[in-house]
């Protein structure tokens, strides 16, 4: 066998690391993993940098073995409880941090993604007292107390989470998790959000965007084909391209709005007040997003603005949303470069211009690794991919018959 630097070979992973070259850091610990002493604190520390690198399988094989060996060990346990976060099992994931406090009470990760994770299981009760001991643990640390707020926020207490907002954005002025819970709180507060009353309202055009060459033309084939098989309605179905070929007939082609901004920025575009031809109400995905349920639903939903919450901070997610033609022209109006180079992307900039938008109902439309991972829940209408993996990476077997 030869003889190899564990030492230096894991220096050069986390060089690689840093530099965002997750395919040669990945391929650094696949030549050094075999080298590994079983029950050392290098197998354990592989498995937490394959975790970060997003290799779950291999770290969760690393992470397993490191815990036979030193089942006390609760930073084992906080990763086991990250890799069932990002595989939709949230009850083991909440039993993991749970173990690793019961050996640490004072490991503040732990204490924070229990806190997070009762959240995501909806027991909002028990997430408020958890986050509370978190924010006790690391006071002057911000991610607690935006988890917090966020909790506040959704257990419609006000008054508490535009105090712990507050208070966010007097120990970093400018953050925008504040500037959006802020915002939102105060459209909750004012009624200024309204609720869907009717749900027979006229059926929504389809509409998607393919700028540029990251989506090829199969991807909105595959979209209008998801949307036909999911909906008993006679769809309209429009792609806003700068290059239509390879669209399959029945696809209705429309220039870019603005002539095409970068990436998802294209989203605010269709924000405008003159937008023209998409008809008076329009329900927009994102070219990745897996189809599971009908959407007739979605289609006939009676809300000027209606789109996904964000899960994991306050906010929206922009993957899936129905929009009244030129009701929130503001997100278009007040768009510039200089708000696409402050802000993170068009997700947060539609929660500040916007955020008397209404919710999905509950379930809806899901992230996959946080509810679909295993497989969507029953009443999920649309799942949404962010980051690694994408749907054509199949990894889980229900999507190879929902995404063709």
């Given at each position: 066998?030869?003889?190899?630097?564990?030492?230096?070979?894991?220096?050069?992973?986390?060089?690689?690391?840093?530099?965002?070259?997750?395919?040669?850091?990945?391929?650094?610990?696949?030549?050094?993993?075999?080298?590994?002493?079983?029950?050392?604190?290098?197998?354990?520390?592989?498995?937490?940098?394959?975790?970060?690198?997003?290799?779950?399988?291999?770290?969760?094989?690393?992470?397993?073995?490191?815990?036979?060996?030193?089942?006390?060990?609760?930073?084992?346990?906080?990763?086991?409880?990250?890799?069932?976060?990002?595989?939709?099992?949230?009850?083991?994931?909440?039993?993991n941090f749970n173990a690793a406090l019961r050996l640490d009470p004072s490991l503040k990760a732990a204490q924070l993604y229990l806190?997070?994770?009762?959240?995501?299981?909806?027991?909002?009760?028990?997430?408020?007292?958890?986050?509370?001991?978190?924010?006790?643990?690391?006071?002057?640390?911000?991610?607690?107390?935006?988890?917090?707020?966020?909790?506040?926020?959704?257990?419609?207490?006000?008054?508490?989470?535009?105090?712990?907002?507050?208070?966010?954005?007097?120990?970093?002025?400018?953050?925008?998790?504040?500037?959006?819970?802020?915002?939102?709180?105060?459209?909750?507060?004012?009624?200024?959000?309204?609720?869907?009353?009717?749900?027979?309202?006229?059926?929504?055009?389809?509409?998607?965007?393919?700028?540029?060459?990251?989506?090829?033309?199969?991807?909105?084939?595959?979209?209008?084909?998801?949307?036909?098989?999911?909906?008993?309605?006679?769809?309209?179905?429009?792609?806003?391209?700068?290059?239509?070929?390879?669209?399959?007939?029945?696809?209705?082609?429309?220039?870019?709005?603005?002539?095409?901004?970068?990436?998802?920025?294209?989203?605010?575009?269709?924000?405008?007040?003159?937008?023209?031809?998409?008809?008076?109400?329009?329900?927009?995905?994102?070219?990745?997003?897996?189809?599971?349920?009908?959407?007739?639903?979605?289609?006939?939903?009676?809300?000027?603005?209606?789109?996904?919450?964000?899960?994991?901070?306050?906010?929206?997610?922009?993957?899936?949303?129905?929009?009244?033609?030129?009701?929130?022209?503001?997100?278009?109006?007040?768009?510039?470069?200089?708000?696409?180079?402050?802000?993170?992307?068009?997700?947060?900039?539609?929660?500040?211009?916007?955020?008397?938008?209404?919710?999905?109902?509950?379930?809806?439309?899901?992230?996959?690794?946080?509810?679909?991972?295993?497989?969507?829940?029953?009443?999920?209408?649309?799942?949404?991919?962010?980051?690694?993996?994408?749907?054509?990476?199949?990894?889980?077997?229900?999507?190879?018959?929902?995404?063709?």
């Amino acid at each position: 066998m030869p003889k190899i630097n564990l030492h230096d070979e894991l220096s050069r992973a986390l060089r690689y690391d840093e530099r965002g070259e997750i395919t040669e850091a990945v391929a650094c610990l696949d030549g050094i993993v075999r080298f590994l002493p079983e029950g050392s604190a290098y197998q354990k520390f592989v498995g937490q940098l394959y975790q970060r690198l997003g290799e779950d399988e291999k770290s969760l094989t690393l992470i397993m073995a490191a815990l036979e060996q030193t089942p006390n060990d609760p930073d084992l346990h906080l990763c086991l409880g990250y890799h069932n976060i990002d595989n939709s099992l949230l009850e083991i994931a909440a039993e993991n941090f749970n173990a690793a406090l019961r050996l640490d009470p004072s490991l503040k990760a732990a204490q924070l993604y229990l806190g997070r994770t009762q959240g995501f299981l909806g027991d909002l009760a028990n997430a408020e007292k958890s986050l509370i001991k978190a924010v006790a643990l690391d006071p002057d640390e911000l991610e607690p107390h935006i988890q917090l707020a966020h909790i506040l926020l959704r257990r419609n207490k006000f008054d508490q989470a535009r105090q712990k907002f507050s208070q966010v954005d007097e120990m970093a002025p400018g953050n925008r998790m504040a500037e959006i819970g802020l915002k939102r709180v105060n459209a909750l507060s004012t009624s200024l959000v309204k609720t869907a009353t009717n749900a027979q309202a006229d059926p929504a055009t389809v509409a998607c965007i393919k700028q540029g060459t990251k989506y090829g033309p199969e991807y909105v084939n595959r979209l209008q084909s998801m949307a036909r098989r999911n909906s008993e309605v006679d769809l309209r179905f429009v792609c806003f391209t700068d290059d239509p070929s390879g669209l399959n007939d029945g696809i209705e082609v429309l220039p870019l709005p603005d002539g095409g901004f970068q990436g998802w920025w294209n989203k605010v575009s269709l924000f405008r007040d003159d937008l023209a031809d998409i008809g008076e109400k329009f329900l927009y995905f994102d070219l990745d997003v897996v189809l599971t349920g009908n959407i007739d639903q979605m289609l006939r939903y009676d809300s000027d603005f209606a789109i996904m919450d964000n899960d994991y901070v306050p906010g929206f997610n922009t993957s899936v949303f129905i929009l009244k033609t030129g009701s929130r022209p503001d997100v278009r109006a007040n768009f510039s470069q200089t708000i696409a180079n402050e802000y993170d992307g068009d997700q947060d900039w539609v929660a500040v211009m916007a955020p008397d938008a209404e919710l999905w109902p509950d379930m809806w439309c899901v992230p996959y690794r946080l509810r679909a991972a295993q497989k969507p829940p029953t009443i999920t209408k649309v799942v949404v991919f962010s980051g690694r993996p994408n749907p054509e990476d199949y990894p889980s077997e229900w999507i190879s018959t929902s995404w063709c």
